[in-house]
Each structure stands twice: as C-alpha cells, then as structure tokens.
C-alpha cells in the first residue's frame, strides 16, 4: 500500500523568506506539492522547496478547487504543503479547507507562522504590551465586502484603547482614522506597515489625523496594516516604564529581593 501524508497548513511569515519557522522550511523542503496563496505569498518563499517539486498559486481558485488539489496530492502519496501568508489562523479561511478535508477524512496539521503584526512592531522597535500603560493587544479587520460581526466592529474595540493592529483595510483608512480619532484623539501616534519584511517595505509613524493623507501620499493600497495605541507614543515618554519581571525588589519563584 502507498504510504500516504498529512497535508500541512503552513505559514509563510510575512514576506521575508527567513522569517517562516524552522518546522516550516523543514515541510517544504520535503514537499512534492506545493499550493500556495499567490496573491500573497512572495515568490522567494517557495525557494524552500525542491526544484522537483510542483508549484500551484490559489490566487484565482475557489475553494472546492484547492480542497480537491490537495486530496488529489493525498491520495497520489504525495506531501502537499497549503502554504497561507502570515499565521493561517489568522485571516487565512483554513477553517473551511479544514472542514472539508475532515469530511474526507483526510488528516493535516499545521505550522504556525510570523504575522504582519508582530513583523511590524520588530521593524518599529515596539513592545504592544507595555506596564502601566497597555495589557491587551487587539488584531481586527473592518467590514467591507466581507462583514465583521456588529459587537466586533472597529468603533466597539477601539473604545478599549489598547493597542490595536488593523488588517485588510488600508482601503477604509478614512473611515479608520474617523473611528479612531473618536477612540484615541486625532493626535493620537499611528503607523502604517506596507508590505513589512518584503523589499521595499514601507513603515510610516505618523498621527490619527494624518493617517488618510499618510496613506495617499505613499501609494498604499494593499498590503498594510494600520498600528494604534499607547505603544507608538514616543518613545522618550515611555522609557521610564518598567514591568515587574526584573525588578529586584519583586520576588518570584527564581529570585528572592
């Protein structure tokens, strides 16, 4: 009988071809198959994988399409990589592809990956939660062609002024700056991450109130996501923040004051 493997679900990272885990790299490179978001998913990515191996962009498939690819693959006994942008749990639909191949009963697993979120803040030299300041970091989109539940929309997570990383809507930035500059005041410090890790990545700080204007003038309009939040306010003002972790007057279980 033909041995047969689990499809993996794999996240690319943000862009930079070193930024997919160790794991990641490790299913490609062993990869006879692989269908990736192409629309999304730098090329230089796939550099992982063998020479040999077949290369298919999902860009313009649907999903029955993709789910039959992959079990196609499976059932063939070939290793087929589903490789998703960023971390496939977040905004990557692998719910429905997984779904489907359960009701196949075909098994997979997944990799994890580096989302834009976190590529952003190390290309921004930021920590989101900060002591005394923010503990909480919310990832969201807002609703265009595709709508977000009403409890979930940007105007109701804003209220929390947390920092905040919105995804998927760069071509809403007028409406966000709107809700935003209601949450956090229109001098509130933003930033825009365009394409953060590719080549010509574009990071931009800038203020609530100039955010439409910000994103104008350097031609954005994909491929961004939009930072806000006590984390992006300057950088002098914080530096007298300090968490309880390594405050030698705080015991825990490894240190005694």
Sequence with gaps: MEEKHP???????????????????????????????????????LAWAPAAARRVSSADMDLEGIVALM?????????????????????????????????QAIPFWIVP???????????????????????TLIFTRMGGR???PVKESLAALARHNASLVIYLSISMAAEAASILSEAYGP???????????HPGECIVRTRVADLVQTVRQHGIQRLAVILVGPALE???????????????RFPHGWRTP
């Design 146 to 148: 595709t709508p977000v």
């Design 234 to 248: 300057d950088g002098t003002a914080l530096a007298a923040l300090r968490s309880k972790l390594y405050d030698r």
């Design 113 to 135: 990956g580096v989302t834009a979120a976190f590529a952003a803040a190390a290309a921004l030299g930021i920590e989101y939660t900060l002591p005394g300041k923010t503990q």
């Design 71 to 103: 079990a196609q693959g499976y059932h063939a006994g070939q290793r087929v990589v589903r490789l998703h942008t960023g971390d496939p749990s977040l905004y990557g639909a692998i719910h429905e592809q997984m779904a489907a191949l359960r009701g």
């Design 7 to 45: 499809i993996v679900f794999c996240g690319a990272g943000p862009g930079d071809p070193e930024l997919i885990t160790v794991k990641g790299q490790k299913a490609l490179a062993l990869a006879d198959l692989v269908l990736w978001a192409g629309s999304l998913v730098p090329e230089a990515v």
């Design 187 to 197: 001098a509130a410090p933003c930033a825009i991450a365009h394409r953060v890790s």
